[in-house]
């Protein structure tokens, strides 16, 4: 009896309700949605937060180890050189000559990535333009360590030939290596292309100043290599030449 009784009260407030236009809604789940979509911006954010972390830690490990590798193998061939009795025991530096430039290679490919940032300190005083240089200081040395490990390995046989013979299997070894001295002419314009790059006035002096003399130098090693194989042309070493 009671529940007829609330039904028929209730009854003709729904009638007023609706006459109102009024009507029930039902139930809005837009905020549920809402906080969904946050928590999917979160975790996607968050996970590229953790993998930009990962990544810049792995280059910088990488960083780390090929420095260091560079700095065992620039030890090693320092004490070598110091040792050395004569010339031909200078060619005992070449595998490691090898292993440096290697070293000094990827040092620099795995820090190109920072490259535009290092280079857009070049306005930050007093040691901004200093740090801008690492990624050209870096290409020069890739550049010029690959140089030298090629050019000791080409002056080898020279080095260890018999008295007398040194001449003879420089000639040889000229005759047989076009390729080799074409792409050391290659390194050097890339080289020296990196050196004239950096402002060796606005940057710290104790860099600055041995860095102007070698810049001073560097426009002629690419020619230098070019020139190579007519060496003993000039020389007079396969034919009588007069001047």
Not at 16 to 37: D, E
């Amino acid at each position: 009896m009671l529940a007829h009784l609330l039904d028929y009260n209730e009854s003709p407030n729904a009638s007023r309700k609706l006459a109102h236009g009024q009507a029930a809604q039902p139930p809005v789940h837009a905020p549920h949605r809402l906080n969904r979509m946050q928590t999917i911006v979160v975790w996607i954010l968050s996970a590229c937060l953790v993998l930009g972390v990962g990544w810049f830690a792995y280059k910088a490990a990488r960083i780390g180890i090929y420095g260091w590798r560079a700095y065992q193998s620039g030890m090693t061939i320092l004490s070598t050189a110091r040792s050395a009795a004569d010339s031909a025991d200078l060619v005992t530096v070449q595998p490691e000559l090898v292993k440096l430039a290697a070293a000094v290679d990827g040092l620099e490919q795995q820090s190109r990535p920072f490259a535009p940032l290092l280079r857009s300190l070049r306005g930050w005083a007093p040691y901004g333009a200093t740090v801008a240089t690492v990624p050209d200081l870096l290409i020069a040395a890739a550049e010029l360590t690959a140089i030298s490990a090629d050019s000791v390995d080409l002056v080898a046989p020279a080095l260890t030939a018999a008295d007398g013979n040194q001449l003879d299997a420089l000639v040889a070894q000229i005759d047989a290596n076009p390729a080799r001295f074409a792409a050391m002419s290659e390194r050097a314009a890339r080289a020296n292309a990196a050196l004239l790059a950096i402002p060796a006035d606005q940057i710290l002096p104790v860099l600055g100043e041995p860095l102007a003399q070698v810049q001073s130098l560097s426009p002629m090693m690419a020619p230098s290599m070019q020139a190579a194989q007519a060496f003993p042309d000039l020389l007079g070493m396969r034919k009588p030449v007069t001047y």
